[in-house]
Nanobody, 126 residues
């Protein structure tokens, strides 16, 4: 079993930056592909943002955020990051990290991920 704990969320003004972290435990981190999703207020849909392969060599970013968000992975620290720049009010959401022992982090479907964190709230004020 893998435990994921997100951190780094908070309140930020439009145009600002945040770096989210997701620490993993319970399994060798290099065997897990990771991804970031978000869930906006009032919706049950989780939007795929970015994913990264087990090795960290392959990264996938959703088109709508690829110019502002960057995923990275540090296997030595068992941590995956999401650097978010030029934040907008519409980025306000609960952000989740997710892990998969099967895929390569490219899948945008939540059902393809086996492990989820509890989420960290990001609020962007205008």
């Amino acid at each position: 079993q893998v435990q994921l704990v997100e951190s780094g969320g908070g309140l930020v003004q439009a145009g600002g930056s945040l770096r989210l972290s997701c620490a993993a435990s319970g399994r060798s981190f290099s065997t897990i592909a990771m991804a970031w999703f978000r869930q906006g207020p009032g919706t049950e849909r989780r939007e795929f943002l970015a994913g990264i392969s087990r090795s960290g060599n392959t990264k996938t970013h959703e088109k709508s955020v690829k110019d502002r968000f960057t995923i990275s992975k540090d296997n030595a620290k068992n941590t995956v990051y999401l650097q978010m720049n030029n934040l907008k009010p519409e980025d306000t959401a609960l952000y989740y990290c997710a892990g998969s022992g099967r895929g390569d982090g490219r899948s945008p479907f939540r059902g393809d991920y086996d492990y989820w964190g509890q989420g960290t709230q990001v609020t962007v004020s205008s």
